[in-house]
């Protein structure tokens, strides 16, 4: 397997033109159309490129249980030598963890090498990015904080923040919840994160695919 181009730290393009985007993280954007860069998104990038040049002829990709994206984009891990690429990105704090079903083969590894990074401060936790519920204002990947007034169980799952801000809990992923983890967020301070989007009713909202998106305080 040869790499053409790192486009980002968690995307690049095999000489083949297959796009791939590597599962279980997400790293900050490049700045287009005249936006600036998030913060850390070319140190990211440039890792990417590094590991991918020192190991061009052992690199190895595993597509996921769910090979391709909306967008066609082929999922995958990779595998530098005897190194994930994504567990490196996520240890030095250059990208979040995510878990998406059913692409979850490597959850616990990624969730143990982002709470060392988080710990330690590295990268993306030097700082707290959270936006707090009723300030959100533009969609994408974020991390939000608020107060929780309510949470509904019906055919699909809500749990509102102060602001309006929702998150929401689709059927399908619904059996990795425990209902009585989210009943006791009612009240409570809590701090997610994963895609904003806007709901039909105007309500920017954030899916909650599993509890990895949420970030519990470290101890």
């Known amino acids: 397997m040869q790499v053409a181009r790192v486009t980002d730290g968690d995307t690049l393009v095999l000489q083949d033109g297959r796009r791939v985007r590597l599962i279980g993280i997400n790293a900050p954007e490049l700045g287009r159309s005249g936006m600036p860069d998030q913060p850390l ?5 440039e890792r990417v490129q590094q590991l991918v040049a020192h190991a061009a002829s052992s ?5 996921g249980q769910q090979p391709r994206d909306r967008h066609g984009r082929w999922l995958a891990h990779l595998s530098a030598g005897d190194a994930s690429i994504e567990q490196d ?11 998406i079903p059913p692409n979850l083969a490597l959850v616990p590894c990624l969730r143990e ?13 030097r700082d707290d990015r959270a936006m707090p519920s ?17 949470v509904v169980f019906a055919d699909t799952w809500w749990v509102e923040f102060t602001g309006g801000f929702r998150a929401v809990i689709y059927p399908e992923h619904q059996r990795h919840w425990h209902r009585r983890d989210l009943a006791a967020w009612r009240g409570e301070l809590v701090e997610i994160r994963g895609w ?3 709901g039909r009713n105007g309500r920017w909202r954030m ?13």
């Open 41 to 45: 998104a070319r140190a990211a990038l």
């Open 59 to 63: 690199l190895t990709m595993y597509p």
């Open 113 to 125: 090498a982002e709470l060392a990074a988080r710990g330690a401060g590295l990268g993306l936790w």
């Open 196 to 198: 904003v989007y806007p």
């Open 134 to 150: 009723d300030a959100v204002v533009a969609g994408g990947y974020q991390r939000v904080r608020g107060r929780v007034e309510r």
């Open 207 to 219: 899916r909650l695919p599993t509890p990895d998106a949420q970030l519990r305080a470290l101890p």
């Open 89 to 99: 990105l996520v240890a030095r704090g250059l990208a979040y963890h995510v878990a």
